[in-house]
Each structure stands twice: as structure tokens, then as C-alpha cells.
């Protein structure tokens, strides 16, 4: 019994030095190309979350203007990465859109928590019956939690900018 502990042992070991040392690191091309894209796992694209769209980029499955929340300034910036020409927002896969959050009308909602299982970013807060909430700094706009919601509670308002993004009007305006 004791021999086969200590065979039990060395075998854990063999594979903890083998788990560590001959691990395979990602393709480094798809951690490039999910970085370009906004995260806002909403699979506009027809791919359930921005990392198996860009592994699909990668592997040359998809095309690189299928994200309609990344707009022309992630086609580009793609484009640029992997040396394609830029091509306009495929309109199979959605328009562009101005950045938004989810916004729960609290008298409108019944707490049925179907809302919160399809957020890709758990960014809504609440418990069966309930009033629920978006955490707006949460939220990626992807606007997967409308359609579940029986008593359309929920709207998307356009999405608040940060003081660094503000724009000061100039002396030409």
C-alpha cells in the first residue's frame, strides 16, 4: 500500500512538472485580434463571445466586418492587424450603432429574472420578484436582455461618456 502511494506521488509530480513546463501558450494572433474587439459578447457576429469570433478570424472562418458594435474602427483597425483592406460593416450582421447601456424602468418590473440568465457580463442586478437594476458601467449594450423581458421594462439610452471623453466646445464653434 505504502509503494503504491509513493507511486501515486511521482506520478503527480511527473505531471505537475510536465502541466507546467510543456504547456502549449495560445495563438497569439487570436489574443491580438480579441483585443481589437469591443468584449461586448453579444453575437451580433453569429459566434457566441468576441473570443471565438477573433479564433474564427484567425482561422480564417469569418470575415473581419461581422461586428456591428466595433463599426468601422474595429474593420479597420483588423484590417490593419492582419494586412486586408478594409470593407464596410456587413449589413447581414446588424448596423452601426451609438454606444448604449440597458436601462430597467423600476415601476414597469415584475422581478421575473429573465433578463439576467442572457447578460453576457452579469451587469444586471436583482432577485425573483424583485425590482432589478443595470449596472451601467457594466453593461456592454448588447441589448440580449430586451427580448426575454415579458413587460418590456428595459430601453437602451444612449451611453454616458467619462470626463475624459468630453468634448469642450472651441472658440470655431
Request: charged residues 15%.
Amino acid at each position: 500500500m505504502l509503494l503504491l502511494c509513493l507511486i501515486f506521488v511521482l506520478l503527480g509530480l511527473v505531471l505537475g512538472y510536465a502541466a507546467h513546463h510543456l504547456k502549449v501558450e495560445g495563438d497569439p494572433l487570436v489574443a491580438q485580434i480579441d483585443a481589437l474587439l469591443p468584449q461586448t459578447q453579444c453575437g451580433q457576429c453569429q459566434y457566441p463571445g468576441c473570443k471565438p469570433y477573433a479564433q474564427a478570424i484567425a482561422q480564417g472562418k469569418a470575415d473581419i466586418n461581422q461586428c456591428p458594435p466595433g463599426g468601422t474602427q474595429t474593420i479597420s483597425a483588423l484590417a490593419h492587424l492582419l494586412g486586408l483592406e478594409a470593407k464596410p460593416l456587413n449589413a447581414e450582421f446588424g448596423a452601426v450603432k451609438a454606444p448604449a447601456v440597458a436601462f430597467i424602468i423600476e415601476q414597469d418590473c415584475i422581478g421575473c429574472v429573465k433578463c439576467i440568465p442572457p447578460c453576457p457580463v452579469d451587469a444586471i442586478l436583482g432577485a425573483s420578484k424583485h425590482i432589478h437594476t443595470v449596472i451601467a458601467s457594466e453593461c456592454t449594450g448588447c441589448e440580449l436582455c430586451i427580448a426575454p423581458c415579458p413587460v418590456d421594462c428595459i430601453i437602451m439610452l444612449p451611453k454616458a461618456n467619462k470626463p475624459s471623453e468630453w468634448q469642450w466646445p472651441t472658440a470655431h464653434d
